[in-house]
């Protein structure tokens, strides 16, 4: 079955960088977009970004455009999130979701928390 | 960007009565392909979301049958033809179509 396995989250102090990692299985990864998409604490979703299967396209929410990279590894089946410039209000569960063949997330991982904080 | 705005955003229902939210977005959500790309995802409390319905009204494999989606355009809505106690949590609506993807604010279905 799917599984999507989010890891690199933390404590980060504000203007760090950090690299999330979500590890996929169950699937053939590249032959299917990915997303992230992430929760601050209480809040409601919002989604980051989405890669195409080949890493070639990739599109970004305003609110990270270039602070953020998005990118994978189709060898390692293993998906990346770059975090630059880090803000207290980058602070959220991170999750990473699987796209459908039109490139909407169908299935989500268990999600990373980054806390952002000096 | 498209603003996706969902109501109400907390719903209390009564055990086997029915249940809709609306989702209207600011643009028109079909596609140059011709598909209109809303979700729904359906969050229960402590775990991650998972989707219900893709292109609008399509049903995950798993999702039961009492979920149903309709709409077209830039209104769109979730019913739940009768509510069972699994199914308190929050529900979001988003769009695919235009990129940015975007999100709605989420409902909260909390029993009564």
Redesign the interface.
Known sequence: QVQLVESGGGVVQPGRSLRLSCAASGFTFSSYGM?W?RQAPGK????MA?TSVDGTKK????SVEGRFTISRDNSRSTLYLQMNSLRPEDTAVY?CTKA?D??????????TLLTVSS | ?IVMTQSPLSLPVILGQPASISCRSSQRLVHSDG?T?L?W?Q?RPGQ????LI??VSNR?SGVPDRFSGSGSGTDFTLKISRVEAEDVG?Y?C?Q?TH????????TRVEIK
Do not use: C
Request: charged share 20%; aromatic share 28%.
């Open positions: 997303h998409v409601g979703l919002e989604w989405v599109y970004y929410a305003d999750y459908d039109n490139y909407n997330p169908d299935f989500w991982g268990q999600g | 960007d598909n790309y979700n995802f969050q991650s979301p998972r989707r893709y292109k995950d929050i979001y988003m695919a990129w940015p993807g975007t999100f709605g604010q989420g």
